[in-house]
Nanobody, 123 residues
């Protein structure tokens, strides 16, 4: 098990910024790729960003490229999602997840999930 705890969500005006954090407990954080997903009301959960465990490669959904940045701090067992130039359509519950093996863009391949944090962007 890799318990994950997200934080940093909230209400922000369009054009503003937020930084989400996801803290992993346990000693195996470095063995997982880490991803962020989001789910808006009435919609499916979709991929936002991911970072690999060893190469540091990052992946982004087209809708957030150039605005969001994913990073991880191995010393703190934490992955971050810096979100800039936020838009109302970014409003969603954001989830972090840990992937042991598989496609980092595919939510079905992820092994562990956090409980989610709400991000609301007002126009």
């Amino acid at each position: 098990q890799v318990p994950l705890l997200e934080s940093g969500g909230g209400l922000v005006q369009a054009g503003g910024s937020l930084r989400l954090s996801c803290a992993a407990s346990g000693g195996t954080f470095s063995t997982y790729d880490m991803g962020w997903f989001r789910q808006s009301p009435g919609k499916e959960r979709v991929f936002v960003a991911a970072v690999s465990r060893n190469t540091g490669n990052t992946y982004y959904a087209d809708s957030v490229k150039g605005r969001f940045t994913i990073s991880r701090d191995f010393a703190k067992n934490t992955v971050y999602l810096q979100m800039n130039s936020l838009k109302p359509e970014d409003t969603a519950v954001y989830y972090c997840a840990a992937l042991l093996a598989g496609n980092p863009l595919d939510l079905d391949d992820y092994d562990y999930w956090g409980q989610g944090t709400q991000v609301t962007v007002s126009s």
